[in-house]
């Protein structure tokens, strides 16, 4: 069975993003960029199911401009075999990306396709039960847990604790942060990354439509908050909030 | 044209958030219709009936929707949504299992978790971990939103709307239900409790946040933490405040031994109140605090603890 990750290209979640001041966005020249987390843990999935004999190939996927390239090789070098790269210099969309994924899904047919849950940059949550839907596929969302077999076992966090499903395979999984812990990649791994191959694609080839549906109107800083003061003793903290917060 | 405002539920009860869901509903404009979907849902739909500005609610009774699996669910939403302008839910995991599900297959967008509704075709909506406020306008016919519960005060009760019941959709056979593996406390909830205690790896243990159970106790308090805290194994995920896991406002939240990284931030920043207890000085969470007291949280928090015990 093949399997099919998709790795976003995202500013590093350490960056303190800034609002540009014409507000059409965040600033992104200059920012350092790094593949999205919950994709690391996507990548790291697929290749331990390929140590243990589940996957025959894994396949790591990006959409987005050319240095998405970088991201894919990444994930090459954590032991992908190979990437499909959609060069898109437009502003992509959950829908567009998830019709994009869906096109490659019906070129390689993996049995199985791991996203992340969110990407950490516009935080949508989307992709992945899109691309279930679009595929008519089962949704694992939010994955603890994963145990192949017939179909997939998925343990999946949830409001009030952790649920556990049974899946058709194929299916889309989309990852939470406890479903394993990413390795990072060798010096060895990383130069032989360089060899693996990358087959770029565009929308246009693939026929899709990847016009955004959301019109971004402005985007602004959030209201800021301010530092309080410091108390030094717990009894008056005690008094502070009894009497001036008035919340106990 | 109505809104329809999905409802998560357990059978007996809908979720809190539903009411904030009708809130955001009814800024929108329109009827607001509720679908209630399950099995042997009843006393939930009359609970939803009851939501102030709730104008029907519909009650899909098939045994597909004991467990609420989105593939079936979502099938049904599809089938009804011709008749609505919009389809909204609250930003829960259920909502964000469900919601793209049905957006696709209706080849819409999906406006995630919106925390204002500026018409009813624009809606304000956080992004980069809330550290910046993106509007954005939907060119597509149907409008799927899910909106955060804390933004929109819940709906009141009082209400008396008529329950339609218009029967399932079946199961599409993909996925099925095995079991679930709920933290049982006793506690308020963590995302509508008025007072909530956290605790990050400054705790140090899971054996340590009894500490803070006794403290959230005494004030009637939900507990939460950080990733970091729920990844080490202190406490189980559900926990988790922040960018990827919940989103907070209550009235007080006491963050403690929580250093204070944008992604947790995100996820308490618009309580009331903060109060940040840490032993250094310099952690970022002193600056969204309203009240920080330095020092080691193994005396502090026993202090605190006693000191409201007394009041
Ligand atoms: C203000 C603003 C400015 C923007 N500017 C730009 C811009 O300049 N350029 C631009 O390209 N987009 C831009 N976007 C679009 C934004 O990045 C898209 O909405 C985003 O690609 C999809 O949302 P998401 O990644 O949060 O989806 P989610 O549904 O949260 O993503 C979940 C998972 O889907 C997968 N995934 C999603 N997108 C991709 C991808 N492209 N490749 C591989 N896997 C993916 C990943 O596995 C990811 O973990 C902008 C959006 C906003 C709001
Ligand atoms: C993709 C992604 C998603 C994430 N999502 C989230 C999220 O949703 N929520 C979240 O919380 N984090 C999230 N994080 C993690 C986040 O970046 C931080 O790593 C995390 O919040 C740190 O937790 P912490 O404050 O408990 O630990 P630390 O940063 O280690 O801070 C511990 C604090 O405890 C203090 N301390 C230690 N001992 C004592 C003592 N005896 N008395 C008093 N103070 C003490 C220290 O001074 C320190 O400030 C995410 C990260 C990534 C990459």
Redesign the interface.
């Known amino acids: 069975m093949k399997v099919l990750v998709a790795v976003k290209r995202v500013?590093d979640?350490n960056v303190?993003?800034r609002?540009k001041a014409d507000k059409t966005g965040?600033e992104t020249a200059n920012v350092k960029m790094s593949m999205n987390p919950?994709d690391e843990i996507a990548v790291e999935e697929a290749i331990r199911m390929k140590e243990k004999g589940k996957a025959t190939e894994v396949i790591a996927f990006s959409a987005g401009p050319a240095q998405c390239q970088e991201t894919i090789r990444t994930a090459l070098a954590m032991g992908a075999d190979r990437g499909v790269h959609v060069l898109s210099d437009a502003e992509l969309?959950?829908?567009a990306v998830?019709k994009l994924m869906k096109a490659v899904v019906d070129k390689e047919q993996p049995g199985l396709v791991i996203v992340g849950?969110?990407a950490?940059?516009?935080?949508?949550?989307?992709?992945?039960?899109?691309?279930?839907?679009?595929l008519?596929?089962?949704?694992?969302?939010?994955a603890?847990k994963l145990e192949i077999g017939e179909g997939v076992?998925v343990k999946r966090?949830?409001?009030?604790?952790?649920?556990?499903?049974?899946?058709?395979l194929p299916a889309v999984i989309t990852t939470?942060?406890?479903l394993n812990e990413p390795r990072y990649a060798s010096l060895p791994n990383i130069m032989k990354a360089k060899k693996k191959p990358i087959e770029q694609l565009t929308s246009e080839a693939l026929g899709v439509d990847v016009a955004?549906?959301?019109?971004?109107?402005?985007?602004?800083?959030?209201p800021t908050?301010k530092?309080?003061?410091?108390?030094?003793?717990?009894?008056e903290?005690?008094e502070?909030?009894?009497n001036e917060?008035g919340?106990? | 044209m109505s809104v329809l405002v999905v409802a998560a539920h357990d059978g007996k009860t809908v979720r809190a958030n539903v009411a904030n869901a009708v809130a955001a509903a009814t800024q929108i404009g329109g009827d607001v219709h509720v679908l209630v979907a399950g099995s042997g849902a009843g006393d939930a739909a009359k609970e939803a009936a009851a939501i102030a500005g709730v104008a029907k609610v519909l009650q899909a009774e098939d045994a597909a929707y004991a467990n609420w699996?989105?593939?079936d669910v979502?099938a049904l939403v599809v089938k009804l949504a011709p008749g609505y302008g919009h389809i909204v839910m609250a930003a829960?995991?259920?909502g964000?299992?469900?919601?793209?599900?049905?957006?696709?297959?209706l080849?819409?967008?999906?406006?995630?978790?919106a925390i204002q509704i500026v018409s009813p075709d624009?809606f304000v909506r956080?992004?980069?971990?809330?550290?910046?406020?993106?509007?954005?306008?939907?060119?597509?016919k149907i409008k799927v939103v899910t909106v955060r519960p804390t933004n929109f005060k819940a709906a009141a009760g009082g209400g008396s709307a008529a329950i339609e019941q218009i029967g399932g959709a079946g199961s599409a056979?993909?996925?099925?239900?095995?079991?679930?593996?709920?933290?049982k406390s006793e506690r308020p909830e963590l995302?509508s409790a008025k007072?909530v205690v956290s605790g990050g790896r400054g705790l140090a243990s899971g054996e340590n946040f009894k500490m803070l159970e006794t403290l959230a106790d005494k004030?009637g308090a939900g507990l939460g933490a950080s990733?970091a805290a729920?990844?080490a194994g202190y406490v189980?995920?559900?926990y988790?405040v922040g960018?990827?896991g919940?989103v907070v406002a209550p009235?007080?939240y006491i963050a403690i031994g929580i250093s204070g990284a944008?992604?947790h931030l995100a996820g308490m920043?618009d309580s009331?109140?903060?109060?940040a207890i840490n032993k250094d000085?310099e952690a970022p969470i002193?600056?969204?605090?309203?009240?920080?007291?330095?020092g080691d949280l193994f005396q502090?928090v026993p202090?605190?603890t006693a000191?409201?015990e007394k009041?």
Do not use: H
Not at chain 1, 157 to 168: A, Q, R, W, Y
Not at chain 1, 212 to 222: D, G, H, I, N, Q
Not at chain 2, 272 to 275: C, D, G, L, N, Q
């Open positions: 500013i979640y303190k993003i609002v965040v919950f969309q959950p829908l998830a849950k969110q950490i940059d516009d935080d949508s949550n989307q992709t992945g039960q899109m691309l279930a839907a679009l008519g596929w089962s949704q694992g969302t939010f603890n076992a966090e949830v409001d009030g604790g952790l649920e556990n499903v049974m899946l058709k939470d942060l406890r955004p549906r959301l019109k971004t109107l402005k985007v602004e800083e959030p908050r530092a309080g003061i410091k108390v030094k003793t717990v009894a903290l005690v502070k909030l009894k917060a919340v106990i | 699996m989105a593939e979502a829960d995991n259920v964000k299992n469900l919601m793209p599900r049905v957006a696709a297959l080849d819409v967008a999906q406006v995630s978790e624009t956080p992004i980069y971990a809330g550290n910046a406020m993106a509007t954005v306008q939907s060119t597509d056979g993909l996925s099925n239900y095995v079991g679930a593996e709920i933290s995302t007072i004030l990733r729920v990844d189980p995920n559900d988790q960018q990827t919940k009235d007080l944008i992604q920043k009331k109140t903060i109060v000085e002193f600056q969204v605090a309203d009240y920080g007291i330095v502090i202090e605190l000191a409201i009041k």
